[in-house]
């Protein structure tokens, strides 16, 4: 079983930083992608960036610039830095890792960027 505990949410004003951290364990091993996706009321969750275990990097087009993923394979955590946050990057975000084609969910960080 993996488990996926999230932490870092929180209240902060447009311009501002956060950090995500998401720190996998259970049993899971080799290729695997570790990604943030968000979610707002009435919208479908939509994928925020990715990378997989070899280093490759996906973004959603509207944070390229001012989100960055990273991750410490060695401690199975991976982070998002968020920077120049905007009122629209409210949601709550989730940790999610991709592993023999199964999806597994951490349960989801609330971040609000006031204006």
């Known amino acids: 079983q993996v488990q996926l505990v999230e932490s870092g949410g929180g209240l902060v004003q447009a311009g501002g930083s956060l950090r995500l951290s998401c720190r996998a364990s259970g049993n899971f091993f080799g290729t695997n992608t570790m990604a943030w996706y968000r979610q707002t009321p009435g919208k479908q969750r939509e994928l925020v960036a990715s990378?997989?275990?070899?280093?490759?990097?996906n973004y959603l087009e509207s944070v390229k610039g001012r989100f960055t993923i990273s991750r410490d394979n060695a401690k199975n955590t991976v982070y998002l830095q968020m920077n120049s946050l905007e009122p629209d990057d409210t949601a709550v975000y989730y940790c999610?890792?991709?592993?023999?084609?199964?999806?597994?969910w951490g349960q989801g960080t609330q971040v609000t960027v006031s204006s």
């Open positions: 999610n890792l991709r592993f023999m084609a199964t999806d597994y």
């Open positions: 990378m997989s275990s070899g280093g490759i990097t």
